[in-house]
């Protein structure tokens, strides 16, 4: 499998997990991790509780934050692009668990995916036609902040140890080229810089969307967030079958940061959650997706 180029240093090539956790969180501090009017930019700033805990967080970042926000970029944006890059640095290197021919990408319509690719003809009739538009609406065509992909394979490929399709057999599987040339959404990742609760519907409304509509498998559909309250992230955590799981920017250290702060309740809950594997520390996310 090809493998895609990182910025990451090893003496045998490899990418360490660890260092690229690091390397994560160091892009974080340069871009978007940053205190402002006394109040780090991941916390509410009308909660007293988030307060306490990001600045007990913050503290556990050994990163020199940045200063100003740099111009131009969104909080959310930011830490879209930084979490791909974290993707592209680390799913890769599990090729061995998941052999195959990835992308990566963002904010791309799930109707150019082969497991959606028949909501191409659902959204022109709907548009051309302005009762089926009031009725339906269009919000089932969505665009996910991240995905991966996996291309079709081709025949000479698939068959490399022994003959496992023919013109005859697999006429419809869509991994074979033959029968495909879309891409297969492989998982669509939703980044949320902090967690609101129109924020968290939101995510809900993207993963059910891509539940619903789909035409074969369904991709991994994960949410990466800083929200440091465990009772917002409860909010997409409690309960199953919307998503696969909530990942945090630093699991390790919002569990150190809610014990130092004696806060019982949050860690009591924060626990619950890690338990109930609904809550998982981003340095879970590249393995958990090679499943």
């Not at 045998?12 to 009017?37: P, Q, S, Y």
């Not at 009739?125 to 394979?153: M, Q």
């Not at 079958?241 to 909530?246: K, P």
Request: hydrophobic share 40%.
């Amino acid at each position: 499998m090809p493998r895609i180029r990182t910025n990451l240093s090893h003496k045998d090539g490899k990418v360490n997990i660890e260092r690229a956790r690091a390397k994560f969180h160091k892009e974080l501090a340069k871009t978007i991790l940053m205190v402002i009017e006394g109040v780090p930019t991941f916390a509410d700033k009308a909660n007293d509780l988030s307060k306490r805990i990001s600045e007990a967080l913050l503290a556990r970042i050994p990163h020199t934050v940045c200063k100003a926000k740099p111009k131009g970029q969104t909080l959310g944006s930011t830490f879209e692009k930084v979490c791909q890059q974290f993707l592209e640095d680390t799913f890769p290197e599990y090729g061995h668990l998941r052999p195959g021919k990835w992308s990566f990408g963002g904010m791309k319509n799930i109707a150019a995916f082969e497991q959606y690719a028949h909501l191409t003809a659902l959204a022109d009739l709907i548009e051309s036609n302005a009762g089926i538009k009031a009725s339906l609406g269009g919000d089932y065509i969505i665009k996910p902040d991240i995905v991966i992909t996996r291309d079709p394979e081709a025949d000479e490929f698939i068959n490399t140890n022994d003959k496992l399709v023919t013109k005859h057999l697999a006429v419809h599987a869509s991994l074979r080229k033959k029968n495909n040339e879309k891409s297969l959404l492989h998982a669509s990742i939703s980044c949320k810089w902090t967690m609101r609760s129109d924020r968290a519907q939101n995510s809900r409304s993207e993963a059910l969307n891509l539940t619903r509509n789909r035409k074969g498998r369904v991709p991994h559909i994960v949410v990466v967030t800083a929200e440091p309250l465990p009772s917002r992230l409860a909010s997409l955590c409690l309960g199953t079958g919307d998503i696969d799981c909530v990942y945090h920017f630093a699991l390790h250290e919002l569990v150190e940061s809610i014990e130092s702060i004696d806060a019982q309740d949050a860690a009591e809950l924060l626990d619950t959650m890690i338990q109930g594997h609904r809550l998982r520390d981003i340095s879970d996310l590249p393995l958990d997706l090679s499943v």
